[in-house]
Nanobody
Framework: VQLQASGGGLVQAGGSLRLSCAASGSARGINDMGWYRQAPGKERELVASVSSGGTTTYADSVKGRFTISRDNAKNTVYLQMNSLKPDDTAVYYC????????????????WGQGTLVTVSS
C-alpha cells in the first residue's frame, strides 16, 4: 500500500486548508486511516482518525475546527482544517492499516510522505 498526501501550504491564521491522502496498491483491505502531525522538536501526535465504517476520533486541540472524512470508493482520506492557528504548523502525515482500532501511531503499518502546513500569525 502506498499513501500519497497533498494539500499542504502556507496560510494565515484563521484560514483553511484541505489535505488529501490517496491510497494505492493493495488498498482494498484498508480499515483505519488517520492523520498525524509533527512539529519541529515535538513528537508525532494524532490529529484525527476514521474507520472504514466512519467512526471518527479527534485530538482535543482540533475538535470543532478540523473534520476528517473518507471516500472508500476512492481509497482517499481528507482533512478539512478550518480556523487554523500558528500552533497547527507541522508536517502532516497520513496513515493507514488493515486493522480496526488503531489507537497509537505504532498501530499503523502504512505512512505517507508528509505534507507541510505552515500557519502564519
Amino acid at each position: 500500500v502506498q499513501l500519497q498526501a497533498s494539500g499542504g501550504g502556507l496560510v494565515q491564521a484563521g484560514g483553511s486548508l484541505r489535505l488529501s491522502c490517496a491510497a494505492s496498491g493493495s488498498a482494498r483491505g484498508i480499515n483505519d486511516m488517520g492523520w498525524y502531525r509533527q512539529a519541529p522538536g515535538k513528537e508525532r501526535e494524532l490529529v484525527a482518525s476514521v474507520s472504514s465504517g466512519g467512526t471518527t476520533t479527534y485530538a482535543d486541540s482540533v475538535k470543532g475546527r478540523f473534520t476528517i472524512s473518507r471516500d472508500n470508493a476512492k481509497n482517499t482520506v481528507y482533512l478539512q482544517m478550518n480556523s487554523l492557528k500558528p500552533d497547527d504548523t507541522a508536517v502532516y502525515y497520513c496513515a493507514a492499516d488493515e486493522n480496526l482500532g488503531c489507537f497509537d501511531l505504532y498501530d499503523y503499518e502504512y505512512w505517507g510522505q508528509g505534507t507541510l502546513v505552515t500557519v502564519s500569525s
